[in-house]
């Protein structure tokens, strides 16, 4: 395990810079959007991350304003749908490298066989710390806060794993109680078992 936790702790160092100064980079035309989330997604077994952010102006654009409104909160909340990705070189080389480390340890990182404990308790969980801890780090959230912005912080699966997005998104919001961080909560709390 201490190899996973040794090359995560660096990985996710230096993801929380680049997430960082790809927030503080963010062009005006995105700014000028009204952030109100922003999220890491990541696929199946936690690789290739990528970096979205939500606005308000990318959700009108996209949503039927006649549509049912668990359809309009589903594209409000999931990333996925709504989300614009935050292209930067420094993320897809930092993305690109988080791939290769787990083919190269397919011994620590490989999905379910004989080794399912030491794969989900070891590469998923410190993979997540890692995640998470990046996309709550101060420098990611005063980058956040240098356009004035303090969205809702995510961290979800491309293809569904809400439980651990709840779970994220308690650990990066927990202290914030305002509308737009409850309408998230219950959002991610009522699609928990997807």
Do not use: C, K
Not at 28 to 54: E, F, H, K, M, S
Not at 60 to 72: F, K, L, N, S, V
Not at 165 to 190: G, I, M, P, T
């Amino acid at each position: 395990m201490d190899t996973i936790a040794d090359f995560l702790d660096d990985w996710g160092r230096r993801w929380a810079e680049a997430i960082a100064a790809a927030v503080g980079a963010l062009p005006a035309d995105v700014t000028a959007g009204r952030i109100y989330g922003a999220a890491v997604t990541v696929a199946d077994g936690n690789t290739v991350p990528g970096l979205l952010v939500q606005t308000e102006s990318r959700l009108a654009a996209i949503t039927d304003p006649e549509a049912d409104p668990a359809t309009a909160r589903y594209y409000r909340w999931w990333p996925d749908e709504s989300g614009l990705e935050v292209t930067d070189d420094a993320l897809a080389a930092l993305s690109s490298e988080l791939g290769a480390w787990a083919e190269a340890h397919p011994q620590v990182t490989t999905e379910p066989g004989e080794d399912f404990l030491l794969w989900s308790e070891g590469w998923v969980v410190n993979s997540d710390r890692a995640l998470v801890a990046a996309m709550g780090s101060s420098s990611v959230r005063q980058a956040f806060a240098s356009h004035e912005l303090d969205p809702v912080l995510v961290v979800t699966e491309t293809d569904g794993g809400a439980s651990r997005a709840l779970a994220a998104f308690d650990a990066l919001n927990s202290d914030r109680d305002d509308d737009l961080a409850v309408d998230a909560r219950l959002f991610w709390q009522e699609n928990a078992g997807s």
